[in-house]
T-cell receptor, first 107, second 111 residues
Framework: DAKTTQPPSMDCAEGRAANLPCNHS???????VYWYRQIHSQGPQYIIH???NNETNEMASLIITEDRKSSTLILPHATLRDTAVYYC????????FGQGTILTVHP | EAQVTQNPRYLITVTGKKLTVTCSQN?????MSWYRQDPGLGLRQIYY???????DKGDVPEGYKVSRKEKRNFPLILESPSPNQTSLYFC??????????FGPGTRLTVL
C-alpha cells in the first residue's frame, strides 16, 4: 500500500511561511505526489501535485527531493484561513490519505 | 455548476437495514471513488472506479458494494450495515488527473 508519513501537527504564525514535510519513501518512479487539505469536515480540496520538478501555483509551492522520497508543501504567507488538515498522498487509482498534518495558523 | 453531489447528507439507520448512498458528478469524469473518515484514522478509500463497469477495492472494502453502470453515478451500497460503519463518507471524482473533486459528505449513523 502507498503510505506517507507526516507530522501530526504544526503551528505557524500568520504571514509567515508554513513548510509541511512528507516522507514517501516507497513511491514509484511514475507516481505523482499530491497534496490536499481539509477544513473542518468539508470534502478535501486539491492544492498541488508534482512528479520530479518543483511546482508552484496560486496556492502553494511543492519541493520534491531529488530521490523523490520526500517533499515539502510551502504556503508562502499563511493566513488564518489556512488552518486545516493537510494530506500528502501518492498513487494512481488506489489512494491512501493517511492522517495528515493539522496546521494551525495563529495571529 | 461543476459538482459532486451525495445523498442523503445525513442518515440514521439501524443494524441490518440495507441502504444506498448515491453519488453523482456532472463533469464527465472517468474516475470516481468512495472514502470514509473516522476520528484519528484520516481518510480511507473504500472502492474506486477507473471507468464505467470497472471497479476495484480500496483499503477498507469489507461490508460495502459499489456499481458503476454509467459514468456520472457511483452509488455506495451497505447490504447489512453495522455500527462500525458509522462514519463520514465522501465521494470524489476526477478526469483522471491529480485534482479530485469531493462531494459534501454523508454522515451515517448505524444504531
Amino acid at each position: 500500500d502507498a503510505k506517507t508519513t507526516q507530522p501530526p501537527s504544526m503551528d505557524c504564525a500568520e504571514g509567515r511561511a508554513a513548510n509541511l514535510p512528507c516522507n514517501h519513501s516507497t513511491i514509484s518512479g511514475n507516481e505523482y505526489v499530491y497534496w490536499y487539505r481539509q477544513i473542518h469536515s468539508q470534502g478535501p480540496q486539491y492544492i498541488i501535485h508534482g512528479l520530479k520538478n518543483n511546482e508552484t501555483n496560486e496556492m502553494a509551492s511543492l519541493i520534491i527531493t531529488e530521490d523523490r522520497k520526500s517533499s515539502t508543501l510551502i504556503l508562502p504567507h499563511a493566513t488564518l484561513r489556512d488552518t486545516a488538515v493537510y494530506y500528502c498522498i501518492y498513487g494512481y487509482g488506489k489512494l491512501t490519505f493517511g492522517q495528515g498534518t493539522i496546521l494551525t495558523v495563529h495571529p | 455548476e461543476a459538482q459532486v453531489t451525495q445523498n442523503p447528507r445525513y442518515l440514521i439507520t439501524v443494524t441490518g437495514k440495507k441502504l444506498t448512498v448515491t453519488c453523482s458528478q456532472n463533469m464527465n469524469h472517468e474516475y470516481m471513488s468512495w472514502y470514509r473518515q473516522d476520528p484519528g484514522l484520516g481518510l480511507r478509500q473504500i472502492y474506486y472506479s477507473m471507468n464505467v463497469e470497472a471497479t476495484d477495492k480500496g483499503d477498507v472494502p469489507e461490508g460495502y458494494k459499489v456499481s458503476r453502470k454509467e459514468k456520472r453515478n457511483f452509488p455506495l451500497i451497505l447490504e447489512s450495515p453495522s455500527p462500525n460503519q458509522t462514519s463520514l463518507y465522501f465521494c470524489a471524482s476526477s478526469f483522471p488527473g491529480p485534482e479530485q473533486f469531493f462531494g459534501p459528505g454523508t454522515r451515517l449513523t448505524v444504531l
